[in-house]
């Protein structure tokens, strides 16, 4: 791209060089997964405020993640950030962060603290606790 030439509609300028493209429209997914978490934080099972949830990505757009709702938990700020972020190996065994080898539709997520379950379109499903949680 030419310095100064004119950007596309929605796109914005990183550098003088890099044009990043918007994403696309999420706000469809971001509302199933607040349904589908029932107004509830999916991480500590406390209200969600509409207007202040996050919609966290559990396996990174990065490492091929996308914005399907088996992607997508409806989580607290601070629940987000501190917990899910502050603790990444936490996460991950517990399906709040999926690894680049992994699929979302078939990690389970310990939900609330108190049970698995795996996401579905419109409601969770139960599952067996992975077998690294198992006590014998």
């Known amino acids: 791209m030419k310095r100064g030439a004119p950007l596309k509609s929605g796109a914005r300028r990183l550098s003088r060089s890099k044009v ?4 696309p429209d999420i706000s469809e997914q971001r509302a199933e997964a607040y349904e589908r978490a029932g107004g509830k934080c999916d991480l500590c099972g406390q209200p969600l405020s509409w207007a202040r949830f996050e919609c966290h990505h559990r396996k990174k757009r ?3 993640g996308d914005d399907s709702l088996s992607n997508l938990i409806a989580l607290h700020p601070a629940c987000h950030h501190d917990k899910v972020h ?15 080898d992994g699929d979302p539709a078939k990690t389970a997520v310990f939900r609330h603290g108190t049970r ?7 409601q969770w499903h139960g599952a067996a606790a ?5 006590t014998s």
């Open 62 to 64: 990065s490492q091929g």
């Open 20 to 23: 990043l493209n918007p994403r």
């Open 130 to 134: 992975p077998e690294s949680e198992r």
């Open 86 to 100: 502050g603790r990444p190996k936490w996460a991950y065994e517990h399906g709040f962060m999926v690894r680049r």
């Open 116 to 122: 698995w379950q795996i996401p579905g379109d419109e």
